[in-house]
């Protein structure tokens, strides 16, 4: 297991988390993962969206993966991106293509979702939550196992106010 303090990163990015997961360590990445959205400047209910979007891509690699994956977050100027990945097998990577295409195609229809009716159990339900709550997605799969990529935008850092009373450069200001 790796946690980077924020060395390193690719282009212009920081990493923030580097960690190796099985399904042991499932609650503890979903805490990491809320800590470094919220570190990164994600509002609290944002910063949900990334540690359950995490948490989802995660359980898929510990259920129908490898049982074993990697979860890298970096931050870049006005976003953060993480991804999972598994070096998984032909069945994963078919399974994972399916349920990207149904949700893509949002094969999982209003009808099967009734207010009575429990949480209907289909695939796809992961990858459709973590489509509707990332900025982007990108899902690559093959025989050397599945990457997926979600970028979340981070908010624009506030404009500095000028007071009224502040000096403006160029400018005499007189108080009477």
């Excluded at 990332?134 to 908010?155: E, K, M, N, R, W």
Aim: glycine share 10%; charged share 15%; hydrophobic share 45%.
């Amino acid at each position: 297991m790796m946690q980077s303090s924020g060395a390193g990163g690719g282009k212009d990015g920081n990493t923030v988390l580097d960690r190796e997961f099985g399904a042991a360590d499932l609650s503890a990445l979903r805490a990491a993962v809320l800590e470094c959205a919220c570190a990164a400047g994600l509002v609290n209910d944002r910063a949900i969206d990334v540690m359950l979007a995490m948490h989802e891509l995660a359980a898929n690699v510990v259920r129908h993966g490898a049982g074993r994956g990697r979860l890298l977050v970096e931050v870049f100027p006005g976003a953060l991106r993480c991804r999972v990945s598994d070096a998984g097998s032909d069945n994963h990577a078919t399974a994972l293509v399916e349920a990207a295409t149904s949700s893509l195609r949002g094969e999982v229809q209003a009808a099967d979702i009734s207010p009575a009716a429990s949480w209907p159990v289909q695939h796809g339900h992961g990858l459709w939550l973590v489509r509707h709550t990332a900025d982007q997605v990108q899902v690559t799969t093959g025989p050397a196992g599945s990457v997926v990529y979600a970028i979340f935008t981070l908010p624009q850092p506030p404009l500095p106010v000028r007071l009224a009373r502040d000096p403006v450069p160029g400018v005499t200001a007189r108080y009477g």
